[in-house]
Nanobody
């Protein structure tokens, strides 16, 4: 199982960014995929998840209406579209999947929201 995040960068407050997680080694189409984030000095926390079986999504309250999780089944990639970014969204964003009895993480991608 491999998860590789990409797309993190510096963005101004109010801006938008899309990050991606490219996956391999498991049946992407039939699994739940999640995004978590970890700010400096804080614990890793849940951001959003998608059920790739039916497209259902769930979001942490602070990102509802601003972030959108989606999947590209042809590319086995999950995206996180982030709009109206705030300084408090600054964090390393991690992709996650629970599969084959294991809990798998990528290396993360850093998103910095600052003027």
């Amino acid at each position: 199982v491999q998860l590789v995040e990409s797309g993190g960068t510096l963005v101004q407050p109010g801006g938008s960014l899309r990050i991606a997680c490219t996956t391999s080694g498991f049946a992407f189409r039939t699994n739940f995929m999640s995004w978590f984030r970890q700010a400096a000095g804080k614990e890793r926390g849940f951001v959003a998840a998608i059920n790739n079986n039916n497209g259902d999504t769930v979001y942490e309250d602070s990102v509802k209406g601003r972030f959108t999780i989606s999947s590209d089944y042809a590319e086995n990639t999950v995206f996180l579209q982030m709009n109206d970014l705030k300084p408090e969204d600054t964090a390393v964003y991690y992709c996650n999947v629970l599969v084959y009895g294991g809990n798998y993480w990528g290396e993360g991608t850093l998103v910095t929201v600052s003027s």
